[in-house]
């Protein structure tokens, strides 16, 4: 998504991004429990979802 978006800073993205899509329910962690996870992904919640079909 930081390349779609054309930045470079992880931590800008997960502070501007990241952390506020997951709170309005737009983005899950694949791994909630281990939120560190090395391997850890997001996927869109059924919420998000809905917002592409609208946009």
Known sequence: ?????GLKNR??????????????GVLEPMFPEQL???KQKYRLTEKGKSLIKKG
């Open 1 to 5: 998504m930081m390349e779609l978006l």
């Open 36 to 38: 560190r996870n090395p």
């Open 11 to 24: 931590s800008y993205f997960s502070k501007e991004y990241l952390r506020p899509a997951i709170e309005i």
